[in-house]
């Protein structure tokens, strides 16, 4: 109504009574009863800015208000095309004016509001109005349905191989279970590791000293994965070591061990196991 004021040059006395006959349903209705109350003397010096401030108050207020910006601030584009989420943009900002104070901040926050798809090749800080983003990303819009009907994907949508080596497989299960302490790969080697990054340095990568590597590193004891007590590795564990003595000692008492018998010459003569006999005596193993 106020632009309409603008283009027509109505005049300050007769914007009220121009406004007013515009209105229809529910605002007709407030503004009748509302003209009651003031009264016809009041109406004819009433300006523009007396009715707007109830008319306002009483069709948007400050409770409505509150929601409006809350929505504006949670806003984020799902099945929406771009058309469809500048506009509800658009209109939810006029209510929002203390977030959207400078063109810079329309554009930043109109960015956040799209999907990552679009985000990923846009650059906001290229864009000096809030109209140029929206293009943009329209025009992103069109060539991804572009590529949809030729059937093609984008390179971080197409699937990897089907059988990930062993190395990928455990280098990516570590990064998960390691990610759960909150810390981050390391942006120059990719790693997950804390402190200053000694990837490209000599010396040993525990504690960046030269004379050693980091697998005799004194500040990194080495820990046995049998008995999980630091100062020895599995190949040197004491623990191990014994059952190792042991079983072998099980497993030579369980071997079969010849017998002796001993018998008398007249016996000997008969049997046919005896390999060596004496006068008196005669020994044979079976």
Not at 19 to 46: C, F, N, V, Y
Not at 49 to 61: G, L, V
Not at 222 to 249: A, I, M, R, W, Y
Request: positive net charge; contains cysteine.
């Amino acid at each position: 109504m106020e632009a309409v004021f603008i283009r027509s040059r109505c005049d300050r006395e007769d914007q009220v009574m121009f406004a007013t006959g515009q209105l229809t349903l529910q605002a007709k209705d407030w503004w009748d009863a509302h003209s009651k109350e003031i009264g016809e003397e009041r109406l004819q010096t009433m300006t523009w800015q007396e009715f707007k401030d109830p008319f306002m108050k009483y069709h948007c207020p400050q409770s409505a208000i509150d929601k409006i910006q809350e929505d504006f601030l949670r806003l984020r584009q799902k099945n929406e095309t771009i058309n469809e989420i500048s506009n509800i943009f658009l209109d939810k900002m006029k209510f929002c004016g203390e977030f959207v104070q400078t063109e810079r901040m329309k554009i930043n926050r109109f960015y956040g509001v799209l999907k990552a798809e679009f985000r990923e090749f846009i650059t906001p800080s290229k864009c000096e109005t809030l109209d140029e983003l929206i293009n943009l990303a329209r025009d992103r819009e069109i060539e991804i349905k572009r590529q949809e009907e030729r059937g093609e994907k984008r390179p971080n949508e197409k699937g990897g191989s089907s059988t990930p080596t062993k190395k990928g497989k455990y280098q990516e299960q570590g990064r998960k279970d390691k990610s759960k302490s909150g810390i981050t790969p390391c942006k120059t080697c990719g790693k997950l590791h804390t402190g200053e990054c000694l990837l490209g340095k000599k010396g040993c990568y525990k504690c960046g000293k030269e004379g050693h590597s980091s697998y005799q590193c004194p500040n990194n004891p080495k820990t046995c994965f049998h008995c999980f007590e630091k100062g020895h590795v599995k190949s040197e564990c004491p623990k191990l070591q014994q059952e190792s003595k042991n079983e072998d000692k099980k497993q030579e008492g369980s071997r079969a061990k010849g017998r002796v018998f001993q018998i008398t010459s007249e016996e000997a003569k008969s049997h046919p196991n005896v390999i060596r006999y004496w006068s008196y005596h005669v020994i044979y193993f079976e």
